[in-house]
């Protein structure tokens, strides 16, 4: 072979032109995808003619549901950029996606599930919905959804909790659904069985046990009814109260300006003498006390009824 009849090859090989790709547009068409194939606005004769690559190539995010959207010859053109391509068919295809809907009761059944799955609550709680999901309309898609549930913000075992359950088709993120739930938590506790008045002593007969609702108080606010066994009401107390520190202190034992016995003892040394109380207290309660033969003011601690001592 000559090298003129070398040189005509390649100048005949180089100056051939790439064949163009022939596409026919479909005046109309629906998605399932999130997003625009070319395959999805082309008719099924020129579709059989393409490489599966270039059927897939992408023509952007596919229609909001309810909506649509214009895919025309120009648009393939730009797209496939760099490729000849030849557009016969509809001048242009309105696209519209194909949707799917998850009901109400599906999301809230996720939710729930993820709730339960996460929170603890106590034994005795029940889950009650605040925030209820409507049907949410999402893309059909083409390898399918997922709804995956998590917390709006921080959780405890009780009280309001939000959950936002996030809706994905094809691995993309479509649509975030709120739910709110409150759990409500109950125990049970000593309460007034009957009234109190101001200054009444407490004692057994006066308490039972009743199903509360916890949910709004730290449980710790629930007290051993025998703290406060013996002590005086500071107010009026409703039958079916609960038992708090605030509502009740211990009697007074020592008034004011009465009488009191001075008691020190130190080993086998005791010693008493008269006092007047400047304070009243209740056992336990520091209080001041004027001693009768010395006239000094002391500190003693009230030990009983009229007995105070000056030493631990």
Request: proline share 6%; glycine share 8%.
């Amino acid at each position: 072979m000559t090298l003129a009849t070398i040189l005509l090859a390649l100048v005949t090989v180089l100056g051939a032109e790439t064949p163009a790709l022939r596409v026919a547009l479909r005046p109309e068409a629906q998605v399932r995808g999130t997003r625009i194939e070319l395959r999805d606005v082309i008719t099924s004769e020129t579709a059989t003619s393409l490489p599966e690559a270039t059927l897939a190539f992408d023509l952007g995010r596919s229609p909001s549901p309810g909506y649509a959207r214009s895919i025309t010859a120009d648009a393939v053109k730009l797209a496939l950029a760099g490729t000849p391509v030849q557009c016969s068919g509809s001048a242009e295809c309105l696209v519209r996606t194909e949707t799917t809907t998850i009901k109400a009761d599906e999301l809230l059944a996720c939710a729930e599930a993820f709730l339960r799955k996460n929170v603890a609550p106590p034994k005795d709680a029940q889950i009650e919905v605040q925030r209820t999901p409507f049907d949410t309309q999402v893309p059909h898609g083409r390898s399918g959804r997922e709804l995956r549930p998590r917390f709006h913000t921080g959780a405890s075992g009780r009280g309001p909790i939000a959950i936002d359950v996030d809706v994905l088709v094809d691995d993309k993120l479509q649509v975030v659904v709120p739910l709110t739930f409150l759990v409500r938590t109950f125990a049970q506790v000593h309460v007034l069985a009957e009234p109190l008045q101001k200054g009444d002593v407490l004692d057994a007969r006066h308490l039972r046990v009743e199903r509360v609702e916890t949910t709004s108080v730290n449980g710790r606010a629930f007290v051993d009814p025998k703290a406060f066994l013996g002590q005086v009401a500071l107010r009026p107390l409703a039958a079916g109260a609960t038992l708090s520190a605030r509502d009740f202190s211990a009697p007074i034992v020592v008034q004011k300006n009465s009488t009191v016995t001075l008691v020190f003892a130190r080993g086998q040394l005791r010693a008493e003498a008269f006092g007047i109380a400047k304070n009243s207290g209740a056992v336990g309660d520091a209080i001041h006390v004027e001693n009768q033969t010395t006239k000094r003011v002391v500190v003693g601690r009230v030990a009983g009824p009229g007995l105070v001592q000056l030493n631990p």
